[in-house]
């Protein structure tokens, strides 16, 4: 059974950091593409980040610059550091193993980004 457990999210002020962990178990190894989502009140849910296996790296045009997908293969580990946070990052973000129309999600863990 695949499980993904998000941590790491919480309260900031703007230009405050934040870096989000989603630990894998029961991954399947031939998944190509870790993701972070995240969607806002009353939002869709939007693609932040994701990383394939390889180590290339793809960022929504938002976060550019901002914030920095990672993995551990070894750990089955995927991080998310978010760096000069601006409250319109305020969200619950996921995480997610093989693109939006993939079965396997965590729960999320939410971000909020305020004065």
């Known amino acids: 059974q695949v499980q993904l457990v998000e941590s790491g999210g919480g309260f900031v002020q703007p230009g405050g950091s934040l870096r989000l962990s989603c630990a894998a178990s029961g991954i399947i190894v031939s998944i190509p593409a870790m993701h972070w989502f995240r969607q806002a009140p009353g939002k869709q849910r939007e693609l932040v980040a994701r990383i394939f296996s390889g180590g290339l790296t793809n960022y929504a045009d938002a976060v550019k610059g901002r914030f920095t997908i990672s993995r551990d293969n070894a750990e089955n580990t995927v991080y998310l550091q978010m760096d000069s946070l601006k409250p319109e990052d305020t969200a619950v973000y996921y995480c997610?193993?093989?693109?939006?129309?993939?079965?396997?999600w965590g729960r999320g863990t939410q971000v909020t980004v305020s004065s």
């Open positions: 997610n193993a093989g693109g939006a129309t993939s079965p396997y």
